[in-house]
């Protein structure tokens, strides 16, 4: 898929915007990657960087038709007018017009949402949550990106809502980079995954999630006690939404969905405890399968607010 | 409102289905009450008894132009199929296809939700969430209902899902009516409060609801202690689900909600530590108002499904 065909076709360049990385990519309108770069985040976290870099990229593609541009920020956002709340892991970006700047700067339409609802967005549309028409999905990494899909469409108000990681399942729990307290990150985010292991373990070693995922194949206790409440919380946490959305499916992404294998005949035991019956009725649970969802809902949900 | 009107109009038969009444009630197209009726739920507790009464209502009422029936059911219905799973408080109705019976015995549509729902239904149209595009609703009792309003339509699946009240707060917490743990309906329902009423008073006494709010509004400790408790759970779960839905106005209805003036700085204030804050800009948290909205909100429910 070179420069030739992209000349010749409508394109949306899609912004995945992550705290370690930035990727960018130019995808057609059936959401297939023509060209992709990828970008450290540091170098990019001052504000008229980032917009020198967006603009610089539309320069290089300009012998493609670029009808939009789209982007996933990670944090809370006006979505109707790409406005920037904030981004809790990149300071400075706070009260921030993006989409009135970018388009001023590159004459294109604009649009802006939150990480977690792009994913989403391309999970709903050519992953594992294709043609479904509620859908749950959750990022698991040390932060845990939620999302909500419904009739087709992502769930969100004025605000880039559709934050089911930060729904508490305790009454003054630990405190969660939200600001809120006992949200659903703090049982099964990264950190916590590790801080557990580490108590059960009686040390303070650096380990990774996949290490206590390597450790409970190999039978070891400690691991296995980690994902068994891992599970526990997660399955009784998707039941409740499941009260609330009768999903056909929940989607599981993030470093941590890599014990998938491990961790879903548990979590389903803890989830059908808590739903109600009928609720269950069809309901799948699946790891994400997409390769760079973020770039590719970001220039699906440009296309989309296009059309 | 007499007979001579409601024979040259358009109505709608609306069923509020309660565990203790059953009220039954004709309405206009602009949800006004025309007629209404009310009968014990316990007489018409068996599946033939039932139906025969909703036939004996609509030739009582032959005179008028009834279009369509509208009933809120106490319990899991499938809302396309107008079919009963089951009613927690009601037994012997399981797997019922309640509109298709009462569809050939009638000659009439017949449309079926849940009871909270059709409750929400009728708020957002002509109650406290007049215009609103989305709400959240709760209603307090010994059971507590809940329902969303999202994009001006009740947020359901295949099954009458919105059910906010059997979303977990804790892990491995108390057995709830619905048969998972820890909803928050064991922590704010009616039942909760009393006991946990009893267990400060230490003694035994048949407290209601109402005296621990008379108690405390006369200052007693123990009774504030409930309310304070109360609050700070219904706060902070409610956050939660404006982190999903960033809904514009938070309805509450239902008995307990008659201790409202006392609760609602204390359940905003929780509210506000839990929710991300640009959630809240515009949010409003109320009582409901409507007098019948049960039998207003299925009147809807049928004229909507109608047209």
Known sequence: MGSERSRTIDTYLGIDWGGTYIKSGLIDARGRILKQETFSSRQLKKKD???????????AYRTCTIKAIGIGA??????????????????????YPLKNVLEKKSNLPVFVDNDANVFALAEARLGTAKGARRAIFLTLGTGLGGAVIWNGKILEGNVSASEIGHVPLALAGTRCSCGGRGCIETFVGAQ???SRYQTLKKNTSSYEVKDIFRNALNGEKEALTVWQE???ALGTFLGGLVNIFNPEVIVLGGGVAGAFRLFKPLVLAALKKQ???????????????LKNPGIIGAGLLAKEALN
Chains 1, 2 share one sequence.
């Open 49 to 59: 960087v980032f917009i020198d870099k967006v603009i610089s990229l539309i320069k």
């Open 74 to 95: 990670p944090g809370i956002v006006d979505t109707k007018k790409g406005f920037i709340y904030y981004l809790p892991n990149i300071p400075g970006w706070i009260n």
């Open 192 to 194: 916590h995954l590790v």
């Open 230 to 232: 891992f599970s526990q």
């Open 275 to 289: 739903a109600m019956w009928p609720n269950l009725k069809g309901l799948s649970l699946v790891r994400a399968k």
